[in-house]
């Protein structure tokens, strides 16, 4: 079994034991979502809206609000979480391994994300946490600016 389908596995377990303490049913529509983001969507920022609209054309009897109401579980179980990238709209993405850390690079522009990781970024932050004798758990780190392609277009 490849670490995706492990990891995926191990998602799936986390939520099917969360909505069972919340005593909440497993349903046919929660799994559908669950398949879609988690197979569809890794390395990816979707709003509600657009993990909706895919769900819908292959599955029309899912709802707006069973899609919202799901991905607010996932994130009450530690399996995805909500980003804001300062355009007045939420995404989510799958939650990673603290192995598989990544930061962001938002355009300015045109809005496009970029995913990166940086193993002398981590270092840094470690480096100012201890310096200033912080116990660090936990960051995000997001860089604006232009991407290469409206950097060019402005240039042009």
Same mark, same amino acid.
Not at 55 to 65: D, L, Q, S, Y
Not at 73 to 83: D, T
Not at 87 to 104: I, T
């Given at each position: 079994?490849?670490?995706?389908?492990?990891r995926k596995m191990e998602r799936r377990k986390t939520f099917n034991e969360y909505i069972a303490k919340k005593r909440l049913k497993s349903t046919k529509q929660r799994d559908i979502i669950f398949d879609e983001f988690?197979?569809? &969507?890794?390395?990816?920022?979707?709003? !509600? +809206?657009?993990?909706?609209?895919? %769900?819908? #054309?292959?599955?029309? @009897?899912?709802?707006?609000?069973?899609?919202?109401?799901?991905?607010?579980?996932?994130?009450?179980?530690?399996?995805?979480?909500?980003?804001?990238?300062?355009?007045?709209?939420?995404?989510?993405?799958?939650?990673?391994?603290?192995?598989?850390?990544?930061?962001?690079?938002?355009?300015?522009?045109?809005?496009?994300? &970029?995913?990166?990781?940086?193993?002398? !970024? +981590?270092?840094?932050?470690?480096? %100012?946490? #201890?310096?200033?004798? @912080?116990?660090?758990?936990?960051?995000?780190?997001?860089?604006?600016?232009?991407?290469?392609?409206?950097?060019?277009?402005?240039?042009?």
């Amino acid at each position: 079994m490849t670490p995706v389908a492990i990891r995926k596995m191990e998602r799936r377990k986390t939520f099917n034991e969360y909505i069972a303490k919340k005593r909440l049913k497993s349903t046919k529509q929660r799994d559908i979502i669950f398949d879609e983001f988690f197979s569809n &969507y890794m390395g990816k920022h979707v709003t !509600v +809206e657009e993990l909706y609209e895919d %769900i819908k #054309k292959r599955h029309p @009897f899912i709802g707006f609000a069973t899609v919202y109401r799901t991905l607010k579980l996932f994130m009450e179980c530690g399996i995805a979480s909500e980003r804001n990238f300062g355009d007045g709209k939420a995404r989510y993405e799958p939650v990673r391994s603290e192995r598989e850390h990544h930061h962001h690079m938002i355009c300015n522009q045109c809005g496009k994300i &970029y995913e990166f990781a940086n193993n002398q !970024v +981590e270092s840094c932050l470690n480096q %100012i946490a #201890k310096l200033n004798e @912080f116990q660090l758990t936990t960051h995000k780190l997001e860089i604006y600016g232009l991407c290469s392609d409206c950097k060019a277009a402005k240039t042009a």
